[in-house]
């Protein structure tokens, strides 16, 4: 059966002789159906991944609360660090002019040229303005100092609460989550990332006062869930700063429990100094210090978000 029995230079052109008259053998009927079942095979589980990359788009999970300085920068960045940690693509999206997601992570904002103000008021696209971070699967679209006349210049613009939430879907498809770092106010840019969100992660600091104006947001959410959209969800309220040897602390998380039943993260992040001092280097707590309390934390509040992939439909 072997055509190739010669072994000259020309006809085998320095491939091994076996390899060369295995090849021109041709299949028995058994192996062909063998291997045809595995190319079929191969063939399907391409169409099914085709298939799950389109209906797979990034859950969209918006970090808002109006109070200023209650952990949502540093949800924002840790959270994101533990999902990609996690096998996730994601991406940070930084909507405050104060740009701390942004500096937390390393990156000069005012040395940018463009960033996330860019995408919402000028024909700029996201892919324009991602940077990676020095965490694998973890991207950042980054604020500049620009960010803060968008809320003016965006009041003129057509479907001007809809910019974000438009402006993502080029990039949707991309990731597992997208995470959107919101600014401490509900105006124009909070309102776009409530809109471009399909849930809404509240950070509640634990200290006097901590339930205070948690009214006035859920209203706010209310409203665009009646008015704008429906399917807008509320991920849950996370504690943040959590001093276990500070009675408010436990306080605060037992009322927020009791006014939000189910609605409430098991995981609790401690006050922890480890947080603070790792964005003044640059670096998420993942990378600065992941056996510290605070390092800990966020890698069991990512794994409960990403338990709760289950149960949505
Ligand atoms: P803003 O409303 O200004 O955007 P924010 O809600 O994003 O603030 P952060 O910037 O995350 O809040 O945190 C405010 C300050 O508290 C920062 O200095 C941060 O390092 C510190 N901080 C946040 N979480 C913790 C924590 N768990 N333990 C200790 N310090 C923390
Ligand atoms: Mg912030």
């Known amino acids: 059966m072997s055509i190739c029995r010669r072994r000259d230079s020309d006809s085998h052109r320095g491939l091994p002789y076996t ?55 540093t949800t924002a960045i840790n959270l994101g660090a533990y999902l990609a940690y996690l096998g996730k693509f994601v991406l940070l999206v930084d909507i405050d002019p104060q740009a701390n997601a942004t500096s937390s992570l390393g990156i000069d904002h005012n040395a940018l040229e463009r960033g996330v103000y860019h995408v919402l008021v000028e024909p700029v696209s996201f892919r324009d303005v991602i940077q990676g971070t020095h965490h694998q699967g973890y991207k950042l679209a980054p604020a500049t100092p620009d960010l803060a006349g968008a809320r003016v210049e965006l009041v003129s613009l057509d479907s001007r609460e809809f910019r974000l939430r438009e402006k993502l879907l080029e990039v949707k498809n991309d990731y597992d989550y997208i995470i959107i770092d919101c600014p401490p106010s509900l105006d124009l840019l909070t309102l776009n990332g409530l809109i471009a969100a399909e ?11 901590a339930l205070e104006g948690l009214g006035q947001l ?28 500070n009675r408010l602390s436990g306080q605060v998380a037992d009322d927020l429990r009791k006014n939000f039943p189910h609605k409430v993260f098991d995981t609790v992040i401690p006050r922890n100094v480890r947080l603070t001092e790792a964005p003044s280097y640059g670096q998420t707590i993942l990378s600065y210090d992941s056996k510290s309390a605070g390092g800990r ?13 289950y149960f949505i439909v």
Do not use: H, W
């Not at 159906?33 to 799950?52: C, L």
């Not at 849930?199 to 509640?204: F, G, K, Y």
């Not at 859920?218 to 040897?245: C, H, Q, S, W, Y």
């Open 218 to 245: 859920l209203n706010t959410i209310n409203l665009v869930k009646e008015n704008l959209k429906p399917d807008l969800k509320i991920l849950g309220a996370v504690v943040t700063m959590f001093d276990k040897r």
């Open 199 to 209: 849930e809404i992660l509240i950070p509640v600091q634990a200290e006097y006062m």
């Open 297 to 309: 934390a966020y890698e069991d509040l990512a794994r409960e978000i990403i338990g709760q992939e």
């Open 19 to 73: 390899i060369l008259s295995r090849a021109r053998l041709p299949v028995p009927p058994l192996r062909q159906k063998i291997t045809d079942s595995i190319i079929n095979e191969k063939i399907s589980v391409v169409k099914g991944e085709f298939f799950n990359y389109n209906i797979c788009m990034a859950r969209v999970i918006s970090i808002v609360n109006q109070k200023g300085g209650v952990g949502k920068t």
